[in-house]
């Protein structure tokens, strides 16, 4: 243990579901030297009043995100295709239910 | 590939309120002011826990135990989301717990009074954590997205806080003379620093240039100084404990309170390090962190020796 630097321990990003069906969405981090310890943290950080029924915890560095000088090109292609919504299309006058 | 201007872009989503993000391009002293506003913040909620726990074995009620152990359970985890919202500014916890030991950090002022009754309690919910929600809730708009975030969260645990310590002082105000007494003698000395939490007058207040510009500070020390003074006057009224401040009035002109001037000279004793509890409050922590090492280690070794297993 000598050789065992004294550190914070590696971060985990948590993610909080709020009710069983909904979306798990990012709350922030904690610090754990393993997942059982990081786990613990995670509960005692974000949850202390109801805040969900489901954890999940990843490691920061296993994060990839996309790069925000890219944005622009990258999430473009989708824009100039009106037809992929359903405001695209004329529907013949006096049909119900659609 | 073309060249992206990525201060225009930066300046852009701060005319827009779009918040930024941590990894979008910021200007060098933007993240400079954050890590420092946020670590300073998250030191003060770490800090802000030793007064209130000078009185955890000494509640007078199991109740009122339960619900001290609580709150302040919650200013732990305060300071955690904000530490958290600092590291997405590429700087470390450890780094940043050294530059408070080393004194290069700050943390609020409010910390370094003692708490010296239990109607301190009542004060310090009722007035430091009132104080501080005036200024987190202008901060929930802050700019930059994890702080903002962290303040959402923060925000709505804190209401808690302030009407558990309005509770105490209410009821102590409805018993007995000594009680009585007791209350007003918190009032007296926590109303100034109270005061004191929102920083110098918007005239001599040297960091706020660059901070309004860059919207990570929405409202002046000034304005939220005044809302909190506004909405706190009638909260002692109702319970009859009196402002210590001979020159408070109702100004009907501007629907607002006017206030006696605040001796800033204590300010700066305490900032400088000579308040009644700066060398306790940080020995303390230096204690609790360097008794913890061990138990860092000890996790870190036993992580070290199950991933050589799996990978053996
Ligand atoms: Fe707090
Ligand atoms: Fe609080």
Redesign the interface.
């Given at each position: 243990m000598e050789n065992v630097k004294d550190t914070q321990w590696p971060i985990w990003e948590v993610f909080i579901q709020s009710q069983p069906g909904t979306p798990y969405k990012h709350a922030g981090s904690v610090h754990g030297s393993d997942k059982e310890i990081a786990m613990q943290n995670a509960r005692d950080t974000y949850f202390r009043r109801n805040e969900g029924t489901s954890i999940w915890l990843v490691p920061t560095d296993c994060i990839i995100a996309s790069n925000p000088d890219d944005a622009e090109m990258f999430f473009d292609p989708s824009n100039d295709k009106a037809y992929r919504h359903p405001t695209f299309y004329t529907m013949p006058e006096g049909a119900l239910n659609i | 590939m073309e060249h992206?201007d990525h201060l225009k872009v930066f300046e852009t989503k701060i005319e827009q309120d779009i918040n930024i993000?941590a990894?979008?391009?910021m200007p060098d002293d933007y993240r400079k002011h954050l890590i420092r506003q946020i670590s300073q913040h998250a030191h003060s909620e770490v800090i802000g826990m030793q007064p209130e726990g000078n009185w955890i074995t000494r509640a007078p009620s199991l109740r009122a135990k339960k619900i001290l152990l609580?709150k302040i359970?919650?200013e732990g985890?305060h300071g955690?989301?904000l530490y958290?919202?600092a590291?997405t500014l590429g700087i470390?916890?450890?780094e940043l717990?050294q530059q408070l030991h080393d004194g290069k950090a700050k943390y609020s002022n409010i910390f370094n009074y003692p708490s010296l009754t239990w109607a301190d309690i009542g004060a310090i919910g009722w007035l430091v954590d009132g104080a501080a929600i005036v200024n987190q809730v202008s901060l929930q708009r802050t700019s930059y997205g994890?702080y903002s975030?962290?303040m959402v969260?923060i925000c709505k645990?804190e209401s808690f806080h302030q009407r558990q310590g309005y509770e105490i002082m209410a009821k102590m105000m409805a018993g007995t003379a000594a009680q009585r007494e007791m209350a007003q003698d918190a009032m007296n000395r926590w109303w100034w620093p109270a005061l004191m939490m929102f920083g110098p007058h918007d005239t001599d207040s040297p960091h706020t240039g660059n901070a309004v510009k860059w919207k990570i500070k929405r409202q002046s020390n000034d304005t939220l100084r005044q809302k909190f003074i506004d909405k706190t006057v009638q909260q002692a009224e109702v319970i009859g404990l009196t402002i210590p401040d001979p020159d408070l009035k109702w100004n009907e002109e501007k629907k607002s309170y006017d206030h006696g001037e605040i001796n800033w000279n204590e300010f700066r004793e305490v900032i400088n390090g000579n308040g009644p509890c700066n060398r306790q409050r940080m020995s303390n922590h230096i204690k609790a962190h360097e008794e913890g090492?061990?138990v860092?280690?000890?996790?870190?070794?036993?992580?070290?020796k199950?991933k050589l297993r799996v990978s053996q």
């Open positions: - | 992206i993000e990894k979008d391009w609580a359970q919650d985890g955690l989301y958290s919202a590291e470390g916890r450890d717990i994890p975030r962290a969260r645990e090492e061990w860092r280690k000890a996790a870190s070794a036993y992580s070290n199950q």
